[in-house]
């Protein structure tokens, strides 16, 4: 004979059940914010929906903007951002030369992302350290003169 708890002992199990599913999803959202990743992880890029790349930038004294609509070329920005490795950062401290990248699809609102030579602010409100920096700006600048001709 099945023996069936009386119902003050299923809610408890039942709540104890959705306290157990929540805390685990917690923990996988923090372990998630907090590893380490490369900046290509942090940028959504599908080159189906892709519109256009929006480039700010002071590199060595020089300020300017770019864009281009040509998902190949935004493709390999990404690919050198992607050799560096960041990890989730408290501060806010984004002084000196920059980058600031702002890619718009077909699907979302755009993304915006503005990178110093040792921090990323992924600009949701998420700061970055970077781990093997610096940010070679120097190929960014190389980047923009070759594909603004």
Not at 69 to 74: C, D, G, L, M, N
Request: aromatic share 10%.
């Amino acid at each position: 004979m099945i023996k069936i708890p009386s119902k003050k002992k299923f809610r408890m199990g039942v709540m104890l059940g959705v306290f157990l599913v929540i805390a685990i999803a917690w923990g996988v959202n923090t372990w998630n914010s907090n590893r380490v990743k490369d900046i290509g992880e942090m940028i959504d890029f599908n080159q189906n929906e892709f519109v256009s790349m929006e480039l700010s930038y002071s590199i060595n004294g020089t300020n300017g903007e770019w864009s281009t609509e040509s998902a190949e070329t935004t493709k390999e920005l990404i690919d050198f951002l992607s050799a560096y490795k960041v990890k989730k950062d408290e501060g806010s401290n984004l002084l000196g030369d920059y980058l600031e990248i702002q890619i718009n699809d077909t699907t979302s609102k755009p993304l915006l992302i503005h990178i110093t030579e040792d921090k990323v602010h992924y600009l949701v409100g998420k700061y970055y350290k970077l781990l093997n920096g610096p940010i070679n700006l120097k190929w960014v600048e190389d980047y923009i003169n070759r594909h603004n001709e």
